[in-house]
C-alpha cells in the first residue's frame, strides 16, 4: 500500500523554492566526465533499504554526490514529491529524502562562519532517475571577504533522512579536490542602470562547473530599485547555462553590497564566452504578487540590457 507523507505547508515550500533549494537547477545540470569523479564504496542499510554513495567530485568550485537508493518497500522516487491541491501542502512518498544534514571533519556546515547563516555552506540535491539523488555543496567563500573556503581534502558526513523511516541513513565520504586547475578569470566589469550598479567581480572554470561572483554595490542603499532582480546566463552560442545553486546576501560587508554566488554546469567544448542576463519577472498585476507566464509556462521576463555583463572562457 502506498503511503503518503505530508512534510510541509506550502509557505515553506515556497520558502525553499526561493533559497534556491529548488530540484529542478539541480535535475538540468550537465553530468561531469566519469574521469573527474572518484568511485566511493560507502552503504548503509536499514529497514531494507539501502543508501550507497556512487561518486564523489570536488573540482574546486563545489562538491558533487551522487547517492543511490536499492531495496524494497519503498514509494515513489528518491527526490520528489507534489502538491496537494486541496490543503497546498507538498507531499512526499515514503523513501524519498526529506532532509540531509552535512558535517565537514565532523565540524557541521551550520557551524561554519560562527553559526551565521550568512557564512554557511549551501546545500542543494536533486533527482536523477527514479532512485539516485544528486547533492551539491559549495562553501560561502565568493559571500564577501575572508569567508571560509573548503579544505583540499577532508571528509564529509551526511545524514540523509528518508520519509517513514526512524533513523537518518549516515554515510562518510572521503573527498579531494581534483588535480585539474581552475582558470581563474577577474573581468572586473561594471554596469549601471538607473540606481542598479552591478559588477561582474570573478569567474573560476573548470571542466565541470563554472563559478560566477556578482557584486550589487549599494544594495541596501536602494533597495526598491535592487531587489526581484534576477538572473539568466548564455554563451556566446546563445546556449542555456543551467544553474547548479546559487546564493546571496549583503550580510557579510559593512557597505551594504549584495554579493552573488553562482555555480553553473561547464560550458561547451566549443563556447567562448558567458553572459549574464539580469532580469525582473513581470508580476501579474492583480495584487496577488504572482509571476505572469507565457504559453508554455514560462516566467515572464523583463530583461535590463544596461547591465548585461560577458566573461571569456577561452582556455
Known amino acids: 500500500m502506498k503511503k503518503v507523507y505530508k512534510v510541509m505547508s506550502s509557505v515553506a515550500l515556497a520558502g525553499m523554492i526561493i533559497s534556491g533549494a529548488a530540484w529542478g537547477t539541480a535535475q538540468a545540470a550537465t553530468q561531469p566526465s566519469a574521469k573527474a569523479q572518484s568511485a566511493v564504496s560507502e552503504r548503509v542499510t536499514q529497514e531494507g533499504v539501502t543508501l550507497s554513495v556512487a561518486k564523489a567530485l570536488y573540482d574546486g568550485n563545489h562538491v558533487r554526490i551522487e547517492l543511490k537508493r536499492s531495496g524494497k518497500g519503498f514509494d515513489g522516487k528518491l527526490v520528489g514529491g507534489e502538491i496537494d491541491e486541496k490543503t497546498g501542502d507538498y507531499m512526499r512518498d515514503k523513501g524519498s529524502i526529506s532532509n540531509i544534514k552535512m558535517a565537514i571533519n565532523g565540524k557541521s556546515i551550520n557551524e561554519y562562519g560562527g553559526g551565521d547563516h550568512a557564512k554557511r555552506p549551501t546545500l542543494v540535491w536533486g533527482p536523477k532517475g527514479n532512485d539516485t539523488a544528486v547533492i551539491y ?112 546576501t549583503d550580510e557579510n560587508n559593512a557597505k551594504g553590497d549584495m554579493y552573488y554566488d553562482f555555480v553553473l554546469e561547464a560550458v561547451g567544448k566549443s563556447a567562448k564566452s558567458i553572459t549574464v542576463k539580469p532580469f525582473k519577472p513581470v508580476v501579474i498585476d492583480d495584487g496577488s504578487g504572482r509571476f505572469k507566464v507565457d504559453a508554455n509556462g514560462e516566467i515572464v521576463k523583463q530583461y535590463i540590457q544596461e547591465l548585461e555583463m560577458t566573461v571569456s572562457v577561452k582556455k
Open 137 to 248: 555543496l559549495t562553501d560561502a567563500s565568493q559571500l564577501g571577504g575572508n569567508l571560509e573556503a573548503f579544505p583540499d581534502k577532508f571528509q564529509l558526513t551526511a545524514e540523509v533522512d528518508l520519509e517513514g523511516y526512524k533513523k537518518p541513513f549516515k554515510l562518510k565520504i572521503p573527498v579531494q579536490k581534483t588535480a585539474e586547475k581552475p582558470v581563474v578569470v577577474k573581468p572586473n566589469v561594471t554596469k549601471t542602470s538607473g540606481n542598479v550598479t552591478l559588477k561582474l567581480n570573478k569567474a573560476a572554470l573548470t571542466s565541470t562547473s563554472s563559478r560566477l561572483q556578482l557584486i550589487m554595490e549599494g544594495y541596501k542603499q536602494h533597495p526598491e530599485a535592487n531587489q526581484d532582480i534576477l538572473f539568466d546566463f548564455v554563451d556566446d552560442q546563445g546556449h542555456i547555462i543551467e544553474r547548479i545553486s546559487g546564493s546571496g
